[in-house]
């Protein structure tokens, strides 16, 4: 194949797009703004499906590497009432299909699959524009450049490439999450560490919700939802911490304090993360040499596919482009055709369903049901 793929960004999809062309012999670059591989804090787990990231990871040539990253026992699962009684637990018996990795161990193996100076650190595009030989330039902030045949936008949310397939930009879907962490758990927070359990806890009201996760060691990490528009947060100011943590803990008043620890305990200042989603179903026209990947194609609102779907679309993008080293649109519309159904599905899933199972409103019934199917069926 002699045609020059350039890959903006460096996240989960990007990556594995590199190292499964690189598994077939075909070389890329990926442009990545973050300034080294270092620059920002990985955190958070990922659970990695059997149905979709560990098949790329499989395409990867990857997949002992990936074992060697599995933190054990953490696919248990509880979901508690806000009063703190246990409506459901599952405690982790090494069979599940979803196991539990740091989202930067993960990347870590994949940017070490890598051939070195694949990934071109520092270089931010602002933007990209169709060259009347139709080929893709894009612009970096440092005033650089670089003209490709093939551009592929695995630049996230805030892709620099999708306007040249797509007007669509993310829209605030209602509700963000609060991310707090509390570390030393089972020694300083002994009882919301038992609360949380081995692996993974969510506690649900309408427009309320906290999910926790054990990481490594015994770190609690938190993701406290809240649905409300962005004026209501703005009028929250998130640089005094404890006047922060206190107002949204205010919000979950009558919950167990077992539970709400999660918010007033936090070793570290909340962090607010609004969430951002593409219209549901967002696809574009082909046009010649570029296409997108990730959340740059179809960002949704988390339910736990986003990385497994972005690794499984720059997996099949990689082995669409090596069954069709001569004909780039044929690989990139063979692409595209599993690309746009298989995101709407999944952008539809609530957290713990898979796209066997079927969905529903209520995200507690949906994990209760989706964790006793999945124990039923083993
Ligand atoms: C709170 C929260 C929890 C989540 N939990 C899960 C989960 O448990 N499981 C799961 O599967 N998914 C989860 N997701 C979703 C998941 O994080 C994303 O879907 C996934 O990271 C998308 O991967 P990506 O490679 O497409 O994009 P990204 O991970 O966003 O990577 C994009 C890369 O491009 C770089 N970049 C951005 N702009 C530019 C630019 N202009 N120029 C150059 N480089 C650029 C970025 O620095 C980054 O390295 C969660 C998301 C959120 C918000």
Redesign the pocket.
């Known amino acids: 194949m002699t045609t020059d793929i350039t890959i ?7 990556l594995t797009l590199a190292r499964v062309l690189q598994v077939h012999g075909i070389p890329a670059t990926i ?4 300034s080294s591989p270092a620059a920002r804090s990985q955190g ?1 787990m ?2 990695i499906h059997d149905y979709n990231g560990q098949l790329a990871l499989k395409a990867a040539d990857l997949m002992e590497e990936f074992r060697a990253i599995i933190i054990e026992g953490r696919q248990a699962m509880k979901v508690l009432a806000p009063d703190g009684s246990i409506l459901f637990d599952q405690a982790d018996d090494g069979t599940g299909g979803r196991p539990e990795v740091q989202r930067g161990d993960l990347r870590q193996i994949l940017l070490d699959s890598l051939e070195p100076g694949t990934v071109r650190w520092g ?4 933007a990209s524009r169709t060259l009347d030989d139709g080929r893709h330039e894009v612009t970096f902030a440092d005033g650089g450049t670089v003209v490709s045949d093939l551009l592929v936008g ?5 892709s ?1 490439v999708r306007p040249l397939l797509s007007p669509a930009t993310p829209q605030y879907i209602g509700k963000s ?1 609060v991310e707090t962490y509390l570390f030393d758990a089972d020694t300083r927070h002994p009882v919301t560490a038992r609360t949380v359990g081995a692996g993974a806890m969510v506690a649900h009201s309408p427009g309320r919700e906290i999910f926790a996760h054990r990481e490594k060691g015994d770190t609690l990490h938190a ?1 406290v939802g809240v649905a409300e528009p962005q004026e209501w947060f703005a009028a929250v100011d998130f640089t005094d911490a404890a006047g922060a943590s206190a107002r949204i803990a205010q919000e979950f008043g009558g919950w167990a304090p077992q539970i709400t620890a999660l918010i007033t305990d936090s070793d570290t200042p909340p962090v607010l ?1 609004p ?1 951002y989603a593409l219209p549901t179903g967002h696809r574009w026209d082909r046009v010649p040499g570029v296409t997108l ?4 194609a179809h960002l949704s609102a ?1 339910n ?7 690794m499984l679309d720059g997996a099949e993008l990689a082995q669409a482009l090596a069954s069709h080293p001569d004909d780039v649109e044929t690989a990139l519309t063979v692409y595209e055709r599993a690309l746009f159904p298989r995101s709407a599905q999944a952008a539809l899933l609530e957290p713990g369903d898979s796209p066997q199972s079927d969905t529903g409103n209520n995200a507690v019934d949906d994990l209760i049901a989706a964790y006793s199917r999945e124990e039923q069926s083993r």
Do not use: C, F, M, S
């Open positions: 903006i960004g460096a996240g989960l999809g990007g442009y990545e703004a973050e958070g990922l659970d270089r931010k595009a602002t695995a630049d996230g949310a805030w620099r999450v993701y993360r969430l990947l990730g959340d740059a988390p736990g596919e986003g990385a497994n779907l972005a």
